[in-house]
């Protein structure tokens, strides 16, 4: 009830700015014999301005000939301007040509003009008031020429989407900025936004959902937070060159299936896909450094992404609820954050770099795709519950880098073995519960020089959670049968542990002639 009530107030306030009930300095007749009503705007430079009666319902029919000098005591004045309100609420006025002598369109001037349905606006004017188009419920369409530096506050508004008329604008190469000026839940369909716009502000075309197409100019350096966000008919965007951040929420709830990202942007910001729930697949710049938490998180079709090598960090939540079926994590990442691929339901295949040092709580936890990961030497630190729930996930490997393992890793997974070749510090870093699958998998522990001393210490903290744990001296990667890749193209049958013949097996464990195998 008190957003209702504030945006009722707000209403009437803007109402309250367009109903002046001043009246004229003097009137004259057109050349059609029709009487218009003037006010003085400088006696030193002899302009007026168009305006009203005193009633500004009954002070028009239509749109009259407005001339561009008109005398008054003797006095010639140029006609410069369409004043404040001058044809508030004339509800036949449907057809405006604004003369080419008219620099300022003043605030409210064709405000609750419901008749009108188109307006041509000249290359001389400079400047468009506050809510001068507001509440225009038939005008559909609309270019704003490259004259026009300055368009104010709602210019193109309304109370309610049902009274927003515009389907399409275009808006010149001189407009700084779109801040606010009406766009919010309109009815617009095509947006052109013009070269010297720098910013596209929060909410700009915020649930413009009928919106399809959209040019970004090249002086765009910022989008603003919930800029598109719920333009559920916008199936593509182009950023250009120029842009450097896109910002929380940005397009979020929209119906994007593609996006070309610019070679400039360096920052995506929280949630800014969330929920686009047609994006199918996206290539990341080499620019970006930093994606903010959430960014392309429940996106179901998302089925492939192409990193860049300046990202150092995958936050949290980035790409949980995506449909991603691979992932290839970059040399450039040093940390994956907590649920950054949570609940990828179609994950199959995840390929950690080298470089990659702390994988976060939780962060392919649901993943019920994933079948067999590889934890490649560099990671130090397994946060906990990072492969909770992935029903398919049938071995793993941890490598004697780790030195912190958060508890409950493992919980509700169907596991068969595990693979650890325990690091010396490991007892100061482990926290108890390190399985808790369904099943109780078989613990293969590799010993060797450095660990053998802590060796008992892990086993017993492990009691109860593994079917047998089997002490292996050397390192995994000695212990475990490798072939070579071309020979197993050549003499063997190779299965995935899904039950899959495989006739091109990438790096991961196979079921070669009926023995479970790592494949180099």
């Keep these: ?37 003037y006010n003085i705007t400088s006696s030193t430079d002899k302009t007026v301005e168009l305006t009203y009666r005193d009633s500004w319902f009954s002070s028009y029919e239509g749109f009259p000939v407005i001339p561009d000098t008109v005398s008054h005591d003797s006095v010639t004045y140029s006609v410069t301007r369409i004043g404040d309100s001058a044809f508030y609420g004339v509800a036949d006025l449907k057809d405006v040509v604004i003369p080419n002598f008219i620099v300022s369109i003043g605030t409210c001037a064709f405000a609750d003009c419901s008749g009108l349905e188109r307006v041509e606006i000249p290359n001389s004017v400079l400047s468009i008031g506050e809510k001068a188009f507001y509440n225009c419920e038939s005008l559909e369409s609309i270019v704003i020429p490259n004259s026009v530096t300055n368009i104010g506050e709602l210019a193109f508004g309304a109370d309610t989407g049902d009274l927003h008329g515009l389907k399409s604008i275009v808006i010149g190469n001189s407009v700084g900025s779109i801040s606010n000026i009406g766009f919010e839940s309109s009815k617009l369909e095509d947006v052109v936004i013009g070269d010297a716009v720098t910013v596209i502000d929060e909410n700009t075309f915020l649930s413009c959902v009928n919106l399809k197409n959209v040019v970004i100019g090249n002086s765009v350096t910022n989008i603003g937070e919930s800029a598109f966000a719920n333009c559920f008919s916008l199936s593509n965007i182009k950023i250009p060159n120029s842009v450097t ?42 620019s970006v450094t930093n994606i903010g938490i959430g960014a392309f998180s429940y996106c179901p079709a998302l089925s492939s992404v192409e990193f860049g090598n ?12 995506s449909g991603l079926k691979s992932i290839e994590i970059p040399t450039s990442v040093k940390s994956i954050g907590d649920h950054a691929f949570a609940d990828c339901a179609w994950l199959e295949q995840i390929v950690i770099s080298s470089f990659v040092e702390s994988i976060g709580d939780y962060a392919f936890s649901g993943c019920d795709s994933l079948s067999c990961v590889e934890i490649p030497n560099s990671v130090i630190s397994l946060g906990r519950g990072v492969f909770e729930r992935c029903m398919s996930l049938d071995c793993v490997v941890i490598p004697n880098s780790v ?23 490991i007892i100061d870093g482990y926290e108890s519960g390190l399985c808790g699958s369904y099943t109780l998998p078989i613990l293969y ?17 492990l009691e109860g959670e593994f079917k047998e744990i089997i002490v292996v001296d050397g390192s995994y990667s000695s212990s475990v049968k490798r072939v070579e890749e071309e020979i197993a193209h050549k003499e063997s049958i190779i299965y995935d542990l899904q039950g899959r013949q495989v006739e091109h097996p990438s790096r991961g464990i196979y079921i070669v002639n009926g023995v479970k195998r790592y494949m180099k």
Excluded at 7 to 33: K, P, T
Excluded at 265 to 276: K, L, N, Q, R, Y
Aim: aromatic letters at 10%.
């Design 403 to 425: 030195t912190s393992i958060g508890n409950s890793v493992f919980t509700s997974c169907w596991l068969n073995e595990i693979h650890w070749t325990p690091n010396a510090n």
């Design 245 to 286: 951040t896109i910002g929380v929420s940005a397009f979020s709830h929209s119906g994007l299936t593609s996006i070309d990202f610019g070679n400039s942007v360096i920052s995506i910001g929280e949630d800014a896909f969330s929920s686009c729930e047609n994006l199918e697949s996206i290539a990341i710049p080499n």
């Design 310 to 321: 300046s990202l150092t960090r995958i936050d949290s939540f980035v790409f949980s609820g």
């Design 1 to 37: 009830m008190k957003s209702v009530n504030v945006r009722l107030l707000i209403i009437i306030f803007f109402h309250m700015i367009c109903q002046h009930v001043s009246g004229y300095d003097f009137e004259a007749l057109n050349v059609e014999g029709q009487t218009l009503y």
């Design 445 to 461: 522990l590799y010993r060797n020089s450095e660990n053998a001393g802590i060796l008992d210490d892990v086993i017993s903290s």
